[in-house]
């Protein structure tokens, strides 16, 4: 079991706990719209569920299959919620300094929080098009 500290430093257990959270139940699904792959799910899923930030349902199936659906427990939720509004703070704090056309800064705050792009772009905290443009602005587009 890995500790919530690691936990806490990883983009892609955010964005699978995102997954659930918008309805994703099944690790297809969150594969799919996580881009991760599927043996990468079931590993950060079987995390959450040790850590009782996501609680694995089984259910019968049509032929008598099991059918494992997954739901975001109330503890998942809300560590979800604050690390939002972190990220949210931060993609502001990236606008802000954006829009001061300080290049060595924006570059320094990317260089920095680099492994949370992909969250946020993920969660609809930043824009894909101030994305595009700041990437297009440092001269990396």
């Given amino acids: 079991m890995s500790s919530p500290k690691r936990f806490n430093e990883s983009p892609n257990h955010f964005m699978v706990l995102d997954a659930v959270a918008r309805g994703m139940k099944k690790i297809d699904s969150i594969s799919k719209v996580t881009k991760l792959s599927k043996d990468e799910v079931q590993l950060i899923v079987n995390d959450l569920v040790n850590q009782k930030i996501l609680i694995r349902n089984e259910k019968k199936g049509f032929f008598g299959n099991k059918k494992i659906e ?33 290049k060595s800064q924006v570059q320094s705050f990317m260089d920095s929080n680099r492994m949370w792009i992909p969250m946020m772009l993920f969660s609809g905290i930043m824009n894909m098009m101030f994305f595009a443009s700041m990437m297009s602005f440092m001269g990396m587009a």
Avoid at 72 to 82: E, F, Q, S
């Fill in 70 to 102: 997954l739901d975001i427990a109330d503890t998942g939720m809300k560590i979800l919620n604050t690390k939002k509004q972190e990220l949210s703070e931060k993609s502001d704090r990236l606008q802000q300094l954006y829009e001061t056309g300080d």
